[in-house]
């Protein structure tokens, strides 16, 4: 395995130090779904010749895929965004009961602010639900080296272990610590009558399991060397993941006069479940305490239940009493108004509004003729006749041009499903269901059972540009059909036939659109509308 670390001299992303330190790992297995900010670490693994990785259909598989990978032996890790967690949920929560094999992580991208997600969402709640640990790299510095130590916890405890990062991680830049290297994986599968079925019978009893070995890894946290403490004096602050380097910076920057009285500072890695013995030593020389941590009061609320069960008097400031926003990034601007609270010697710096991305669709993309098609068709025939549904995809860019064509969106993959509840609640108004290509694999298909048994008054207009465009253009299981003859096969599967029409050939998808929506009934478009910046032969 090459020295990645010894051998640049150049800054590299926290993204790409996330990788490095699975690579040193020897991770073997790759699995994921793209989203930001997570889909740059599974591009950074995909340069590499591991034994076998993919993007999956979506999280469900893509879990399960790593999942079996470590029960057979090989370390693996699982990269997903925050909603994606919601999808791989499912088997993640059944696994923290039975336990792994082999190192397996999670390497979960939040999104704070929701730059690029339809929601604002901590996942550590859910990582909880699931009995799953947390760590949260403290800086791009210790990135790789925590993701290599999370394997060796992991394989220790035989628990699958989140490292969980924010975008303010994954896109810092730094140079990394040479992470620990780990020996090659010795591990079998393991034939043990019951050991890996997952029943009623036995349920208890893992749960007993996963107790006990959730108090061993607190046990190795206490130990963590990613956790540290600096200063002294009545003040202090946590700083929980990424967090931490943001405060340094801005203490850093303190005013000379206050430069020999800065709060001590606890940077945090360890989210869940906490080092509560060490913490609870380092907390009981403090008496006031600012919590600042990206998502909600999750370490917040767990270091306020620690100081009342160890009768600790200290006064804790953080969200749950506004001293920090209770949405968006931290900025900061949040956290100098949460020093500032802390002591007014600090000061404060002005607040300045975010920068949303960019949301806009590329130059030549065929989805533009497309939008404007249905809209037109719409407001000729009588916009309040239709309700249109969309789903998470470059649909959402089209509304930077006009925001009248989209009534309803919520996921990715649930444009079906809200179009079949919709046309099952208003028989009077026709559904527009703008369905993804990916987005269908992904979840959509579970719908179409129900969509070819009750036919309902809707146009189902698949848009099918070749790829998972809006994250980056990478590539779905098709099983080596042409995307357009497997999305096809798919509907024709359930007796449902649908109408191909090239969005190029821009009277004849006029004329389809207009006839979908006159129709009555349910009617299925597949629009080939190929991604001009991720299939080359588009723009020859």
């Known amino acids: 395995m090459t020295d990645f670390a010894a051998t640049r001299s150049d800054p590299i992303t926290g993204a790409q ?31 590499h010749d591991l034994r076998h990785i993919n993007w999956a259909a979506n999280e469900k598989v893509a879990a399960e895929i790593v999942a079996g990978a ?28 039975t336990g792994c094999r082999a190192g397996m992580i999670i390497l979960l991208g939040d999104d704070p602010g929701a730059t690029g997600s339809q929601n604002e969402q901590d996942s550590r709640w859910l990582a909880r639900t699931a009995e799953l640990p947390v760590v949260e790299p403290t800086s791009v510095a210790d990135s790789a080296a925590l993701v290599a130590q999370a394997f060796a916890w992991s394989e220790s405890a035989e628990t699958p272990i989140i490292v969980r990062f924010t975008t303010s991680l994954a896109r810092a830049t730094g140079h990394p610590n040479a992470p620990w290297k780990l020996p090659p994986s010795a591990r079998r599968f393991l034939h043990k009558e019951y050991r890996w079925v997952s029943y009623p019978p036995v349920a208890q009893r893992r749960h007993k399991a996963l107790h006990r070995r959730l108090r061993a890894i607190a046990d190795m946290f206490e130990a963590s060397p990613y956790d540290r403490a600096t200063g002294s004096g009545p003040l202090g602050v946590v700083a929980v993941g990424h967090t931490a380097t943001q405060v340094s910076a801005l203490l850093d920057n303190l005013p000379v006069a206050l430069k020999g009285e800065p709060p001590a500072l606890l940077s945090l890695a360890s989210s869940w479940p906490l080092p509560a013995k060490s913490l609870a030593q380092w907390l009981a020389c403090r008496e006031r305490l600012l919590v600042l941590e990206e998502g909600g009061p999750f370490v917040e609320e767990q270091l306020a239940a620690l100081c009342h069960g160890q009768r600790i008097d200290i006064e804790i400031l ?114 527009v269901a703008l369905v993804g290509d990916s987005s269908l694999l992904h979840s959509d298909l579970n ?78 478009l597949i629009i080939e509308a190929p991604c001009a910046p991720h299939i080359p032969e588009v723009t020859q």
């Open 17 to 47: 130090a996330l990788a490095e330190g699975a690579l040193a790992a020897r991770v073997q297995v790759v699995s994921g779904y793209p989203g930001s900010p997570a889909t740059a670490v599974l591009d950074q693994l995909a340069r």
């Open 70 to 97: 470590s029960l057979g032996g090989s370390r693996s890790a699982l990269v997903l965004k925050s909603v994606g967690l919601n999808i791989a949920l499912d088997p993640l929560a059944t696994l923290s009961m």
């Open 318 to 431: 953080g969200r749950h009493n506004d001293t920090i926003p209770s949405q968006g990034a931290l900025s900061a601007a949040a956290i100098s108004q949460g020093l500032n609270a802390l002591d007014s010697r600090y000061g404060t710096l002005s607040p300045q509004a975010a920068q949303p991305l960019p949301i806009d669709l590329c130059p030549g993309c065929l989805y533009r003729p497309l939008f404007a098609s249905l809209t037109q068709a719409m407001n000729a025939i009588g916009r309040r006749r239709f309700i249109t549904v969309g789903e998470t995809g470059c649909v959402v860019r089209g509304l930077t041009h006009d925001e009248t064509f989209l009534d309803v969106k919520l996921s990715l993959g649930s444009a079906l499903g809200l179009g079949l509840g919709l046309a099952a609640s208003d028989s009077k108004q026709r559904i």
């Open 447 to 524: 719908a179409l059972p129900q969509l070819a048994a009750t036919q309902p008054n809707m146009l189902v207009i698949v848009l099918q540009n070749g790829s998972a465009a809006l994250t980056g253009g990478q590539p779905y299981p098709t099983g080596g059909k042409h995307p357009t003859d497997l999305i096809a096969a798919l509907y024709g599967a359930m007796g449902l036939s649908a109408q191909i029409v090239d969005a190029r050939a821009a009277d004849e998808m006029d004329a389809a659109i207009r006839s979908g929506l006159n129709d009555h009934g349910l009617r299925v």
